[in-house]
């Protein structure tokens, strides 16, 4: 692959790593704070301890965002149907943090290991949600253009957005850095399922971030994979946004919260063929949340969605209460050159 001939894309997710804090692999949690065990902590006098907003779904079968896996060098992940061979030596040290209430997640974040000498640098897989980011984009491409110009004053573009290929599929690639820490930012970015799935590379050594783009040849991806597109099909629900409203809807049932919270509750469902929720994915929700959603949601009836004379099934997003951040309102977006 030529870096010369790479569109617009990314996200300055370098503040995504920044900004959400990290647990050791394998660490035990207690509710979202990743916090360890702490049956043998001593909760100070006046300190009320409570269990933290989390992910979960309605069944441990289907694959959920945060779901992939690191084994033998290979980060995998059903969802988005993604296999990433990484080079040997490299690892996962650290577990992402739940995915936000605007739909980010941190997949993996992965590092040489100490026996890899010399060799310095940082692999982050991350995903944006598109049915529930506050930035006014409607897909992968539009969000990278935003990025680009939207980059803080401490960093310079690099590279400029540019598209290019990753295993036969399209990508956007841009790269930023920061001249006072001398590291550079390799972004590609493309969308999976409404959501922009992001590698971003960074090292203070250009040479290594180089070699770690040709190695992304080696990955597989789903056929959908587009920074204009990737709205599933095929392997995957067609996924819409804002597919839940009167006009599909049969039946529906509110959810009623016993206790009052001010939080938002982005969900994620997958609409069978006949029409019924087969499946729930809370992003982020207080356990009792969780229990009166997942129960109001299994009472849904969608009209069966059809695609070409037959009912194919669909996956959309419902955000129940107010958001955190609401949506900017949407401006032009760069045209990418």
């Not at 959400?20 to 049956?39: E, I, L, R, Y």
């Not at 993996?108 to 310095?120: C, D, Y």
């Not at 290929?165 to 001398?182: C, I």
């Not at 992003?283 to 129960?295: E, G, M, R």
Request: hydrophobic share 40%.
């Amino acid at each position: 692959m030529n870096l010369r001939f790479l569109v617009p894309v990314v996200y300055a997710l370098s503040s995504i790593a920044a900004a959400q804090t990290v647990a050791p692999v394998n660490a035990p949690k207690n509710g979202g704070d990743f916090s360890s065990n702490a049956s043998g902590a001593k909760v100070p006098t006046g300190v009320i301890l409570v269990k933290g907003a989390w992910s979960s779904a309605s069944d441990s079968t289907t694959p959920v965002p945060e779901g992939g896996t690191m084994r033998d060098n290979l980060y995998a992940n059903d969802y988005f149907g993604i296999s990433y061979p990484m080079p040997a030596g490299w690892t996962e040290i650290y577990e992402g943090p739940p995915p936000s209430e605007s739909g980010r997640y941190v997949l993996a974040q992965l590092s040489p290991t100490e026996t890899t000498k010399g060799t310095h640098g940082i692999v982050l897989i991350t995903a944006q949600d598109m049915f529930f980011d506050p930035q006014p984009a409607a897909n992968a491409l539009e969000l990278v253009t935003y990025s680009r110009d939207h980059l803080q004053a401490d960093y310079k573009v690099e590279i400029p957005p540019s598209t290019t290929k990753v295993a036969d599929r399209p990508f956007t690639f841009f790269a930023y850095w920061s001249p006072v820490a001398q590291l550079h930012w390799y972004v590609l970015a493309t969308e999976i399922r409404c959501h922009a799935v992001e590698i971003v590379l960074s090292s203070q050594d250009t040479k290594l971030l180089e070699h770690l783009v040709v190695d992304m040849d080696h990955m597989n991806l789903p056929a959908e994979a587009n920074p204009s597109a990737g709205t599933g099909g095929g392997q995957f629900p067609i996924c819409i946004k804002d597919y839940a409203t009167d006009e599909n809807l049969i039946t529906r049932v509110d959810p009623v919260f016993a206790q009052r919270r001010f939080n938002p509750v982005p969900v994620r469902i997958i609409i069978d063929k006949t029409g019924s929720v087969k499946h729930i994915h809370l992003l982020s929700a207080f356990p009792d949340q969780a229990k009166v959603v997942t129960d109001a949601l299994r009472q849904w009836k969608f009209k069966p969605y059809m695609q070409g004379g037959k009912p194919v099934e669909v996956e959309t997003g419902i955000l129940f209460g107010s958001p955190q951040f609401p949506a900017r309102l949407k401006s032009s977006a760069s045209a990418v050159e």
